[in-house]
């Protein structure tokens, strides 16, 4: 691969570290890429996933990501290797940055694991923070190859992984939205780690599927640290909560507090109709809901990781408690003699 016109990218993390990385943008690079994204479409097409279920992968549709091969040395094979990453992007691009001398030491020839590598070069300044944390994480992988013998070859097994990769990791968001722990003997109280629970038992007595999906994206974000996607995603999912219980009771005969919400119900509507009964919340549990979503809204890029986590994990206990304090009362209350139809 030739090195004229080659152009340059600086990684711009927080602490503007890490150097310059070397763009491949000649006729090679552009076949690799070609190459490379008609693997990957073909590995998904033997999952058979269509339409809006393809949003769970990375590189579909309209989506472009810049792909990084990042050279090091490999101790046990006593060769050059490569880190892949991909990272969301609004253009198809390849860079390359060989740190051969720098990661030729026993300290570096310990790591054998492609995120622990990473996070050597980060410390040693090689590359920044927000590479790292912006990359797809199903697409990392080390590859025994140097640069030519790489973008040369099939490509279909690092395409095949990749694609794998992801799949597995979204299929578990799905199907185990949070590690299992024991079950309470009370179903309606759960804590944040039985949100699975939480879902079946809203799929059983409401039409939840929607719900399910949205928190499971969240929960997706949450997964890939994309902090303020997650946040901004429960708070809708709080909402959507608060209308499932508005729903349960308005079906059950209290249908004043779905009175007023309008086309496009605000956090301030869903507050409100919490006020009327039969829910009748005090002043102080009105506090509590603004506290909910003045907690979403203060989420922003600014924020450290460690804060936004935090935040999100506070959110997260909020669905929780909500869950347990309404929810279980919109089920089980008596109907309303006068108005027990259904909405």
């Known amino acids: 691969m030739t090195r004229k016109n080659k152009s340059q990218i600086k990684q711009k993390g927080s602490n503007k570290r890490g150097k310059p990385f070397r763009e491949l943008n000649d006729g090679e690079a552009e076949n690799f890429i ?3 994204h008609n693997q990957y479409l073909k590995r998904i097409k033997f999952y058979g996933i269509k339409d809006k279920n393809l949003r769970r992968f990375s590189w579909v549709e309209n989506k472009k990501v810049n792909i990084f091969l990042i050279e090091v040395y490999y101790d046990s094979l006593n060769d050059k290797i490569m880190i892949f990453l991909a990272v969301p992007s609004n253009k198809n691009k390849v860079y390359f940055k060989s740190f051969i001398e720098e990661t030729t030491n026993p300290e570096f020839s310990k790591l054998v694991n492609p995120q622990k590598q990473l996070d050597w070069l980060i ?7 927000e590479l790292k944390s912006r990359a797809i994480l199903s697409s990392v992988e080390l590859v025994p190859q140097d640069l030519n013998n790489f973008i ?3 490509l279909d097994t690092f395409a095949k992984d990749w694609v794998d990769n992801e799949y597995e990791t979204t299929l578990k ?10 079950t309470s003997n009370q179903r309606f109280f759960i804590d944040r ?20 999906d949205e928190f499971n994206q969240c929960l997706f974000a949450y997964e ?5 996607i ?5 708070g809708s999912c709080i909402e959507h909560l608060m209308l499932i219980i508005i729903l349960n009771y308005a079906q059950k005969g209290y249908t004043k507090m779905l009175k007023g919400l309008g086309k496009d119900p605000t956090a301030k509507d869903y507050i409100f109709a919490f006020r009327k009964d039969p829910i009748n919340i005090s002043t102080r549990q009105e506090r ?5 979503f003045g907690l979403r809204n203060s989420i922003d890029h600014h924020n450290t990781g460690k804060t936004q986590r935090n935040m999100c994990d506070l959110l997260l206990d909020q669905i929780s408690d909500i869950y347990n304090d309404y929810y279980k009362s919109s089920i089980t209350i008596t109907p309303k003699a006068s108005q027990s139809k259904k909405i």
């Open 34 to 36: 070609r190459k490379f």
């Open 123 to 129: 410390m040693h300044d090689l590359i920044s923070q």
């Open 152 to 154: 040369r070859s099939p």
């Open 173 to 182: 968001s799905e199907t185990t939205p949070v590690i299992s722990f024991p």
């Open 193 to 212: 780690y039985h949100f699975n629970d939480m879902l079946e038992t809203i799929n059983q007595n409401n039409e939840g599927e929607q719900f399910t």
């Open 224 to 228: 890939h640290e994309k902090w303020f």
């Open 230 to 234: 997650c946040a901004a995603g429960l």
């Open 288 to 292: 509590f809901f603004n506290s909910v």
